[in-house]
């Protein structure tokens, strides 16, 4: 199976649901090898197509269904469970470009109390657009309707059904899953689509703790982290664009071998904001991985996860673990770093429990 996500957490999330279920399981970043040199059952494809402009994103699809036409896998679209992202035009171009007459676009994770109910997105029971997705700086929901926020979807063969729990979600798989639809949409949908648990595999999970750890919170929806850890805010001047990241005071990494990087703001939105605030945290986190070597990379938030990647050169990834449904811990096969890569809108969990102060 190939699965291409449109952000790399999301990506993540998807590998690490495999991964659970037996799967040998390779992430790469799309571009960056050809499916032919992954030995995995599974590959994973992580983009960036939600960071780009609706015709990049169509492009993009378009090229990789091309890469891997010559792959008898089935494919499945991992999209936001906040319905974020160029989800039309994206699947509009797989489904041309593959062969497929028809999408089944399933945004609902019944699980993390995500759903569709009558058309209209419920997050905990709350619209999505009464939520604070509502101030989201790139995809900002003005609408909870589903065809209010995706209007020409089911013209172009898109179909968006119900599901308010995981019930729901496997009737739609076995009403639609002829070989002629694709599947787009959260990890729900994706779990329902895997056959029976195989023979897992070993997991090789390192607790996270306060050691030579950098994390990111790289996500407007981020809530603070309270682990003993020293926290370096992005300054007001740098988030505002009007200095350069050697303003931002990070000298706290070197005495505690471990250091936090914060947006402590949310005023700014838009597609210019969004991509300085990622290009910044990514060039920060460059420079403090070459001064300090950390031995754990955390990462929240798909695109500033992306922006940090790309700036860091590292493409390919072996999953080692999932440590809570959408947290995924992995190595980077460049150079044997963990990387753990969590959706800004997921919330922390228990991932940190093992922290010691």
């Excluded at 990789?64 to 991992?78: D, T, V």
């Excluded at 979600?169 to 895997?194: H, P």
């Excluded at 914060?262 to 910044?280: C, D, F, I, N, Q």
Aim: include cysteine; hydrophobic fraction near 40%; charged fraction near 20%.
């Amino acid at each position: 199976m190939i699965i291409i996500a449109d952000d790399i957490t999301g990506a993540a999330e998807i590998a690490g649901i495999a991964f659970e279920r037996g799967r040998q399981v390779r992430l790469v970043c799309s571009g960056s090898v050809c499916c032919d040199h992954v030995a995995a059952h599974t590959i994973v494809m992580a983009t960036d197509t939600r960071s780009m402009s609706e015709a990049e994103a169509a492009a993009e699809n378009q090229r990789i269904a091309s890469a891997i036409s010559h792959q008898p896998s089935a494919i499945f679209k991992k999209t936001d469970s906040a319905l974020r992202g160029h989800v039309v035009a994206e699947l509009t171009t797989l489904m041309a470009a593959a062969g497929y007459q028809r999408a089944v676009y399933l945004p609902a994770n019944p699980s993390k109390g995500r759903i569709i109910r009558q058309g209209i997105y419920y997050i905990n029971n709350v619209p999505i657009h009464e939520t604070a997705f509502s101030y989201d700086p790139e995809f900002p929901a003005k609408s909870a309707v589903l065809k209010e926020r995706f209007p020409d979807a089911e013209a172009n063969g898109i179909i968006m059904p119900d599901a308010e729990n995981m019930d729901d979600i496997q009737r739609v798989i076995a009403e639609y899953n002829d070989g002629k639809t694709i599947f787009a949409g959260a990890a729900d949908l994706f779990t329902a689509l895997l056959p029976p648990l195989v023979i897992p595999l070993t997991s090789q999970h390192s607790p996270l703790t306060s050691k030579n750890v950098l994390i990111l919170c790289g996500s407007t929806q981020s809530k603070p982290l309270e682990l003993g850890i020293p926290i370096a805010p992005m300054p007001r001047e740098i988030y505002d664009g009007k200095e350069d990241i050697s303003l931002w005071d990070t000298h706290a990494y070197a005495k505690a071998h471990s250091l936090i990087l914060t947006m402590p703001y949310s005023h700014r939105t838009g597609k210019e904001a969004a991509v300085h605030l990622r290009t910044v945290m990514a060039r920060k986190a460059k420079e403090l991985i070459a001064q300090h070597c950390p031995d754990h990379l955390v990462i929240e938030g798909g695109a500033t996860a992306w922006a940090t990647l790309q700036v860091l050169g590292w493409s390919q990834f072996e999953i080692t673990c999932q440590i809570t449904p959408g947290v995924v811990q992995m190595k980077s096969v460049t150079n044997g770093i963990l990387v753990t890569l969590k959706p800004g809108s997921y919330p922390w969990g228990a991932m940190f429990e093992s922290v010691t102060t």
